[in-house]
Antibody
């Protein structure tokens, strides 16, 4: 059974940094690209970032480009999202999602999701 | 690529046939996926690549379309189906989602 467990969500002040983690199990982690998708309170889903199986390729939403970075450690079955210069509009639940392809931009589908971790940005 | 769902909300009864529409701002071939999200839960994949049913999803769910216009149909609503549904294009990054359709009990 595929399991994705996020952690690291917290209450942070605007302008500060935070790192989210996602630990995967139940599948061959280094065979798939991984993504972060977020959901602002009461709102819809927004793709944030994705990374290919070997970390060679990655992409970001325009709203986070230059402030967020994504990485993975295949030896630890772990995915990370490093967030800096956090803003009120970054607030929400961040989901780790497995995609069906090896490359993050290869037209796959999100077939497994974690339970999410909550990021609150407020002074 | 902008994704627009209609309606944004829908009231229906158990046993009803329901159709949700998703329109892309440009052609996305058949790279269209549907997700179901219940309150307080993560989204779950229902249908991928327009019409392929994810393992374990009941056959009352079906999808169709191509190019810019797509539909999700639930043939006979069950109590477990009352949720919010999202379409998502995977034709090109940034991957984008529709705004969601909230399906409520009439």
């Amino acid at each position: 059974e595929v399991q994705l467990v996020e952690s690291g969500g917290a209450l942070v002040q605007p302008g500060r940094s935070l790192t989210l983690s996602c630990v995967a199990s139940g599948f061959n982690f280094d065979g798939f690209a991984m993504h972060w998708v977020r959901q602002a309170p009461g709102k819809g889903l927004e793709w944030v970032s994705g990374i290919s199986w070997n970390s060679a390729n990655m992409g970001f939403a325009a709203s986070v480009k230059g402030r967020f970075s994504i990485s993975r450690d295949n030896a630890k079955n772990s995915l990370y999202l490093q967030m800096s210069d956090l803003r009120a509009e970054d607030m929400g639940i961040y989901y780790c999602a497995k995609i069906s392809t090896r490359f993050y931009d290869s037209s796959g589908y999100f077939d497994s999701w974690g339970q999410g971790t909550l990021v609150t940005v407020s002074s | 690529i902008q994704m627009t769902q209609s309606p944004s909300s829908l009231s229906a009864s158990v046993g009803d046939r329901v159709t949700i529409t998703c329109r892309a701002s440009q052609s996305i071939n058949t790279y269209l996926n549907w997700y179901q999200q219940k309150p307080g839960k993560a989204p779950e994949l229902l249908i991928y690549t327009t019409s392929s049913l994810q393992t374990g999803v009941p056959s009352r769910f079906s999808g169709s379309g191509s190019g810019t216009d797509f539909t999700l149909t639930i043939s006979s609503l069950q109590p477990a189906d009352f949720a919010t549904y999202y379409c998502q294009q995977s034709y090109r990054t940034p991957y984008t989602f529709g705004q969601g359709t909230k399906l409520q009990i009439k």
